[in-house]
């Protein structure tokens, strides 16, 4: 069965930094696209980075480039999100996602993925 389990939020102070992880089970993630999203209540989901399958190529949405970096480990078949410099605004529930995509290339829209995960809480507060 795929499944897909989020780690890693938790309470951190404006500027701090977390290491989000995704852990893939029943499925070996380097034949999957695996995309990053986070949502708060009331608001949209946003996509915030995403890694191609096989080559592991990476996008980042602009609020989030040169301070968020995506990574895979095909040893441990997971999926990392560094996050650094959080802002308040940024307290959100992130999620990550799977599509069995035949494109080079990941997008961060959310329809395009098929399995998520539950979600790991990120607060931001001083």
């Known amino acids: 069965q795929l499944q897909l389990v989020e780690s890693g939020g938790g309470l951190v102070q404006p500027g701090g930094s977390l290491r989000l992880s995704c852990v893939a089970s029943?499925?070996?993630?380097?034949?999957?696209?695996i995309g990053w999203f986070r949502q708060a209540p009331g608001k949209e989901r946003e996509g915030v980075s995403c890694?191609?399958?096989?080559?592991?190529?990476?996008n980042y949405a602009g609020s989030v480039k040169g301070r968020f970096t995506i990574s895979r480990d095909d040893d441990k078949n997971t999926v990392y999100l560094q996050i650094n410099s959080l802002k308040p605004e940024e307290t959100d529930s992130y999620y990550c996602?799977?599509?069995?995509?035949?494109?080079?290339?990941?997008?961060?829209?959310?329809?395009?993925?098929?399995?998520w995960g539950q979600g790991t809480q990120v607060t931001v507060s001083s």
């Open positions: 029943g499925f070996t993630l380097v034949n999957y696209h």
């Open positions: 996602a799977a599509q069995p995509r035949l494109q080079a290339m990941c997008v961060m829209t959310g329809w395009a993925y098929d399995y």
């Open positions: 890694i191609s399958r096989r080559r592991g190529r990476t």
